[in-house]
């Protein structure tokens, strides 16, 4: 069953930016935060944002900050990545996590519910 779907990932070039979504069309964000992760080939698995269920919290990768951004819109019960200046190692798909609280951090053994994920690629 799916709980979160991603949706927004495409082929882009590399200085173009992109905006992701994670709708939540069985209602699963439940006061819960949500998150956004991300894997390339070959790699683990890696904490991109977390945002929590008011919005009033946000979190990044540390080496993302200045280019991405998580919102949210409870109402219409999605969660926005945007992310500017891409890169190609940006190349990954990305997936969309609900938190088990009002506040995840960045490990995913916080979160419950995960998307299939939407695949980013970036050309140089």
């Known amino acids: 069953q799916v709980n979160v779907v991603e949706s927004g990932g495409g082929l882009v070039q590399a200085g173009d930016s992109l905006r992701l979504s994670c709708a939540d069309p069985?209602?699963?964000?439940?006061?819960?935060?949500v998150g956004w992760f991300r894997q390339a080939p070959g790699k683990e698995r890696e904490f991109v944002a977390a945002?929590?269920?008011?919005?009033?919290?946000?979190n990044y990768q540390d080496s993302l900050k200045g280019r991405v951004t998580i919102s949210r819109d409870n109402a219409a019960s999605t969660v926005y990545l945007q992310m500017t200046s891409l890169k190609p190692e940006d190349t990954a798909v990305y997936y969309c996590?609900?938190?088990?609280?009002?506040?995840?951090?960045?490990?995913?053994?916080?979160?419950?519910?995960w998307g299939q994920g939407t695949q980013v690629t970036v050309s140089s």
């Open positions: 069985r209602r699963t964000f439940n006061n819960n935060a």
């Open positions: 945002i929590s269920w008011r919005g009033d919290s946000t």
């Open positions: 996590a609900v938190g088990r609280s009002s506040y995840s951090g960045s490990n995913p053994s916080s979160y419950r519910y």
